[in-house]
T-cell receptor, first 113, second 112 residues
Framework: DGGITQSPKYLFRKEGQNVTLSCEQN?????MYWYRQDPGQGLRLIYY???????QKGDIAEGYSVSREKKESFPLTVTSAQKNPTAFYLC????????????FGPGTRLLVL | AQSVTQLGSHVSVSEGALVLLRCNYS??????LFWYVQYPNQGLQLLLK????ATLVKGINGFEAEFKKSETSFHLTKPSAHMSDAAEYFC??????????WGAGTKLIIKP
């Protein structure tokens, strides 16, 4: 069964702590994306990767970091510099960077203790 | 610059009634347009998309949308609402750098 998995489903962060959200896909897609979703707002792009070993900042990259060492994996780290991290985080992928259809994972909800 | 406006953060309809969710866009290039649906605490699922060709696009779960260039609209409709349609719906357009630009979403409430 092909798809995108995100873990954990819920994540709690303490003050000053870095946390990492996992995103894995077995769709053999080149491009991957991270979005942040807040209530009443559309999705905002944090980072995206068009191909392995490459990534670019999206609209709200400050306080976040990513890596793309393997085609199937695109982890997102929420650093202590992100002062308002409470949100729903969605990972997505597409066949290629210029392929318009994106497929989404189930999301991770990050809460601050 | 491209943008998407969804009219109404919440839309309430009775079960069996027509569903109409509005989406207007601005784009400097021929638009690729999308509707996605999100059920509570889940990821987004593609409902339908318009790229080229027929302006009336049929999607999953009985939804359809019509691309109207003159009105810069891509409204989503379903003839008869079902309780299972209760969800949040997002309209999106492809930007000039192939990134999706999202509307703020519309929550569809179905009244029994």
């Amino acid at each position: 069964d092909g798809g995108i998995t995100q873990s954990p489903k819920y994540l709690f962060r303490k003050e000053g702590q870095n946390v990492t959200l996992s995103c894995e896909q077995n769709l053999n897609h080149d491009a991957m994306y991270w979005y942040r979703q807040d209530p009443g707002q559309g999705l905002r792009l944090i980072y995206y990767s068009q191909i392995v070993n490459d990534f670019q900042k999206g609209d709200i990259a400050e306080g976040y970091s990513v890596s793309r060492e393997k085609k199937e994996s695109f982890p997102l780290t929420v650093t202590s510099a992100q002062k308002n991290p409470t949100a729903f985080y969605l990972c997505a992928s597409s066949i290629a960077w210029d392929e318009e259809t994106q497929y989404f994972g189930p999301g991770t909800r990050l809460l601050v203790l | 610059a491209q943008s998407v406006t969804q009219l109404g953060s919440h839309v309430s309809v009775s079960e069996g009634a027509l569903v109409l969710l509005r989406c207007n866009y601005s784009s400097s290039v021929p638009p690729y347009l999308f509707w996605y649906v999100q059920y509570p605490n889940q990821g987004l699922q593609l409902l339908l998309k318009y790229t080229t060709g027929a302006t009336l696009v049929k999607g999953i779960n009985g939804f359809e949308a019509e691309f109207k260039k003159s009105e810069t609209s891509f409204h989503l409709t379903k003839p008869s609402a079902h309780m299972s349609d209760a969800a949040e719906y997002f309209c999106a357009v492809i930007g000039s750098n192939y990134q999706l630009i999202w509307g703020a979403g519309t929550k569809l409430i179905i009244k029994p």
